[in-house]
């Protein structure tokens, strides 16, 4: 798992890292807990997700869903992209990504090269990390229909697991 490390507009992709760095600051990490309503068993606030054009964009709200938020210069996240192309959410998952640190054209372009299904949605950097306790690229969420967190990881397969105990006991 990476440490996180870049801001939304980055100069140059080696620059993005050490950019970052500067909004960890104020985001808990280490032994810190896991800020109310960002843990499991809690409903994560609220983030205004938007499009590539800046149009709302909102995580669905009907069922189980994997929230994986990643960056294009993350290669940790590639690696999790690749895994999430060769075993795609079972039926009954929905899946939606969050891109962070970059711009949406080249993050348009980067999820389409890694195989991300549909486009990534957008958030204000610092209210992600600090509201979801995003702490390392890439975090996965596991959210029910409603909206409450079941899984917070950064493995795919673990995530795939979960979900399909999930669902096959969802009555």
């Given at each position: 798992m990476l440490q996180?490390?870049?801001?939304?507009?980055?100069?140059?992709?080696?620059?993005?890292?050490?950019?970052l760095l500067g909004l960890l600051a104020s985001v808990p990490v280490g032994c810190a807990p896991v800020p109310e309503g960002a843990g499991v068993?809690?409903?994560?606030p609220?983030?205004?997700?938007?499009?590539e054009n800046g149009s709302p964009a909102p995580l669905p709200d009907d069922g189980l869903t994997a929230v994986v938020v990643w960056a294009s210069w993350c290669r940790p996240c590639q690696a999790t992209a690749l895994a999430l192309a060769a075993a795609p959410p079972p039926p009954g998952?929905?899946?939606a990504h969050v891109a962070v640190?970059?711009?949406p054209p080249v993050d348009l372009g980067v999820a389409a090269a890694w195989g991300?299904?549909?486009?990534?949605r957008f958030a204000p950097t610092p209210a992600l990390l600090q509201g979801?306790?995003?702490?390392?690229?890439?975090?996965?969420?596991?959210?029910?229909?409603?909206?409450v967190v079941r899984m917070r990881g950064d493995d795919w397969p673990a995530t795939r697991r979960v979900a399909a105990e999930l669902l096959a006991h969802d009555d």
């Open positions: 996180l490390s870049t801001p939304r507009r980055s100069p140059s992709p080696a620059a993005a890292p050490a950019a068993g809690q409903r994560p609220t983030i205004e997700l938007t499009d998952l929905a899946l640190g970059g711009a991300l299904p549909g486009a990534p979801w306790a995003v702490e390392a690229l890439p975090t996965i969420l596991l959210l029910d229909g409603r909206g």
